[in-house]
Structures are given as C-alpha cells and as structure tokens.
C-alpha cells in the first residue's frame, strides 16, 4: 500500500522557522523525484521546492528561494523542507510529491504564519 505523508505544520509567527517532513512506504523511494507544492485558499497551486532521486539536484520557486531548503534521506524515506524568515504570504497547504512512472500525493499539512 502506497503511503506519502507529511507532518511538522502549524501555527508560527512570521520570522519563525518550521520544518515539514515527508514519509513515504510502498514504493522504491530511491527511484522517485520528490517536490513540495503549497495552495493557499482561492490560489493555484504552486511549486515550492523539487529534489533529484539521488539528492543532488534541488530547485526552488521564486518565492522561497533563499528561505526553504529542501533535503532528503533516501535511507528514511523521508524528504524535509525546511522553511525560514517565514512571511504571512507562506501560510497555505503543504503537500508532497512523488514522481517517477508514477505520481504519488500526500494529504497536506497546513502551516500557517501569523502575528
């Protein structure tokens, strides 16, 4: 049974940090491009960070780039995003993704960046 999960949401203050993470099972995780994407309320969805299987390739949307880092630990299943300076524009639905011959969603978690 394929499972993609993400944790690590909630409530911060804007400047605050926050690390979301990604477990997934029932497929060969190694194989798998891993991305994050966030939706707000009325928004489009939007590409936040995306990995390479191995690690070693990363790219970030505009608006995070220099705050979010994206990492992975192929022996957890596991990808993070580590996400600084947080803004109240950040405050959205955080989902995880997995792409190969196949896509897989996890269900969100939401943050949510406020004074």
């Known amino acids: 049974q394929v499972q993609v999960v993400e944790s690590g949401g909630g409530l911060v203050q804007p400047g605050g940090s926050l690390r979301l993470s990604c477990t997934a099972s029932g497929f060969r995780f190694s194989s798998y491009v891993m991305s994050w994407y966030r939706q707000a309320p009325e928004k489009e969805r939007e590409l936040v960070a995306v990995?390479?299987?191995?690690?070693?390739?990363?790219r970030y949307g505009d608006s995070v780039k220099g705050r979010f880092t994206i990492s992975r630990d192929n022996a957890k299943n596991t990808v993070y995003l580590q996400m600084n300076s947080l803004k109240p524009e950040d405050t959205a639905v955080y989902y995880c993704?997995?792409?190969?011959?196949?896509?897989?969603w996890g269900q969100g978690t939401q943050v949510t960046v406020s004074s």
């Open positions: 990995i390479g299987a191995a690690g070693g390739s990363t």
């Open positions: 993704k997995a792409e190969y011959r196949q896509n897989y």
